[in-house]
């Protein structure tokens, strides 16, 4: 069974930072790309970031783009998202996402159920 719990979440003040981390089973986690989604209260879903299976290559929304990392521990099984400079628009449910095959073009099958960051002074 395929399981992704996401961690990290919290309370931040404008400008301040989190490391948000998705632990994976069920599966053989360095064969698939991986992503975060995010939806802030009242919106819908938003594509945040991605990682292929090796970890090589990444890709960013605009909108966090400079200001946050993807990254992954194939030997530990983790995805992790490191967030600075965050802005009260990032407050959101961040989702850590499992794609179908080894790149981010490729669609998502399973997701966590979320961790909440919240940015307010």
């Known amino acids: 069974e395929v399981q992704l719990v996401e961690s990290g979440g919290g309370l931040v003040q404008p400008g301040g930072s989190l490391r948000l981390s998705c632990a994976a089973s069920?599966?053989?986690?360095?064969?698939?790309?991986m992503s975060w989604v995010r939806q802030a209260p009242g919106k819908g879903l938003e594509w945040v970031s991605g990682i292929n299976s090796g970890g090589g290559s990444t890709s960013y929304a605009d909108s966090v783009k400079g200001r946050f990392t993807i990254s992954r521990d194939n030997g530990q099984n983790a995805l992790f998202l490191q967030m600075n400079s965050l802005k009260p628009e990032d407050t959101a449910v961040y989702y850590c996402a499992k794609r179908t095959g080894k790149t981010v073009a490729q669609g998502m099958d399973y997701w966590g159920r979320g961790t909440l960051v919240t940015v307010s002074s």
């Open positions: 069920g599966f053989t986690f360095r064969t698939y790309a």
